[in-house]
Every structure is written in structure tokens, then in C-alpha cells.
């Protein structure tokens, strides 16, 4: 019997395939300009990107965001290419929601990937509001256990639970849920959008109830909704009047600026390039998310994902550079390297 959770990571690849309008290509990163430094007064060759994330060294701070997870030779191909790519370019990485896992057992193999993987930051994933339709600590935990993960990411999707007929739409008392499975799971808890942004209720909400980390997934990027909309054939079309709804990510980074001395912010949703991802550090987060850029090369091979991330690293060193900022600490929350936002 085909099970749909399984179909479904399918049905959204391929709508990200055949729909390049699903990346939403906002540039809202543009609307930020950064100073320059004809005198950086720093060599290229001594720039130092590297990072401390969940206790684990970075060799610069890029995240490969969730993607994918489930029982067919396409997505393991995709997990395992992202995989040895994170270990060897040392960067982190989080895999799709482990949902599947559970209505489709033999799906855990695609989420076994620490042997391809030993060192580097691993994320589990699982959706917030399955909570709320059976979802509990063992399922969590047997989450992080499957992937030896260092963290476990809640992926809050309102958004695309209400465009979609069968969604899971019933949020009451997630927070909570949460709050009590951060208390007792082994690994730390990080909550993350897949693409709409959080707000600044939802981190007060995320930090009253003890958790401290939290990935943005801004808009700007892929569209869940777009993408939703790719899999309704009854001719409703409130996924593509909704595609563009949400926080931006430059403008979620800010709205969280007051919590970073209690939080711990990731940036993600539509950075595309190595200055989008200095300028998410100077906003003030740890790690920089990217999903969709990803999604291609990993589908060819491990080495098509490292030429992506070598280009990433050699575009952020680059920026840093041209601040003329040496290393992370120089780059981290320095506002005054904004000359202008538009
Ligand atoms: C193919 C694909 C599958 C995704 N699946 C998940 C998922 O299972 N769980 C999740 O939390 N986010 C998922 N996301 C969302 C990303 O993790 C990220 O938050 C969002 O796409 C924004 O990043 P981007 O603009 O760089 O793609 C997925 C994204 C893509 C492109």
C-alpha cells in the first residue's frame, strides 16, 4: 500500500523541479548594503569564518536545512549526498521531517546518516503540531536516536497545513507540548518555520517555555504554499494567494534582535549566497540555513553539493574580507557595518 506521508516528500520535489516560481526569489537580503573597506587592514588568506555551533567546530557557519527523509532510493541518494558533503566541507546539516518514520518503518534507513557523517552537527526533525495527533517524547526521542542527532528541530507550518485538504490545522497548546518534550529529550530543542518566519510572539512563546534555540525560515525562498498548491487538483488556489505571505528574513532577524541574549538564532528562508550570509551573522544569527539550492546537486552527487559549498564559504570569506572583519566575533551583530537599508 503506498502510504501519502511518504509520496508526499516525492510529489514536493518534484514540484520544486518543474516550478522554479516555488523559490520566491524576494532578495530581501538586496535591500540591505553593507560598507566597504578599501583598507581591510586584514589578508584574505588569514580570514578565520570558522564557528562553535551546539559544541561542534564549523569550518564557516552553513547550515544544509531539512529537507528530506523516507523510503525511496531518491531520497536516500539526497540525505546521503548532503551528508558526506556536511562532513566533508565540516558543516551542519538537519534532515527532512521523520514523520515517515513512523507510518513507514524501513523509511529510518534514509535517516541513519551519522556513519556518513560522524563529526559534524546532525538535526532531527518533526512537525510541532503532531503533538497534537499522537506525536510523543518516545517518537521524539526515537527521532534523535535514529540519526544520533545533536538537536532535534520542531518545524512549526501552519501555513502549509491550512492550503493543503488534508493539513493538520489544530495548533492549540503546541507551545506547551514542546516546552515538556525540550525537558526531557536528550538533545537540545530548536523550533524553525519552513519558509513563512517566525515572529517575535512566537520566540517569547519558544523562550517561556524553555527553549532557546530558533531557525527563522523567513520568506523570500522556497514557498510551501506554492508548493501545496502544485498538489491540489479540485482548482482551489489559495496556496498561490498565500505564496508570498510571511516575515521576510532580514525583517524576522531583526524582529528577534531583543531576545539574543537569551536566544540562539539560525537564519534561513532564501539566502542564496555568500552575502546574504554575512549579512544574516551581522543581523545576528549563529548559523545560516540553506534548502533549495542544495536540492539539485544532491540529487546528482555528494561532490556536486561540496562545489556548491566551496562557493558559499570562498563568497563568505570574501564579504568578511571586504568589512574588513577577521573572524566571527568581529562579524557577529556588528551593526555599524550597515551603511544603509532600504
Ligand atoms: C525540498 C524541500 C523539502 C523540505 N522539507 C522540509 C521538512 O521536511 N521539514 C522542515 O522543517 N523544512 C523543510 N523544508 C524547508 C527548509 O528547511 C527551509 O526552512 C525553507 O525551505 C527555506 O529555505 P530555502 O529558501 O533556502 O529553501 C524543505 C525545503 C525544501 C526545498
Redesign the pocket.
Known sequence: MTDPTNER?IE??RA?EHDPAT?RDGRWFDRILLTHRALPEVALDQIDPSTEFLGKRLSFPLLI?????GDHELVRTINTNLAIAAERCGVAM????QRVMFTHPSAEASFALREHAPTTVLIG?V?GVQLNYGFDLDKCQRAVDVLAADAL?F?L?PLQEAVQPEGDTDFRGVAEKMGAISRHLSVPVML????AGLSAADIALGLAQGISHF?V?GS???S?SRIEHHRRHDGDEIGLRFQDWGLPTPLALQQAEPFLDRATLIA?????DGIDMAKSVILGASLC?????L?QPAMESAEAVVTVIERLRREFITAMFLLGTPDMAALFRNRALIVHER
Open positions: 516528500k514536493h520535489i520544486i523559490d536545512s531539512s529537507m528530506t527523509g538537519a534532515v527532512g521531517s526533525n512537525g528541530y518545524h507550518n524553525k518555520e519552513v519558509g531557525d525560515a523570500g525562498g522556497t510551501w534561513s528562508g532564501g539566502l542564496r540555513g540553506m534548502a533549495a539550492p536540492l
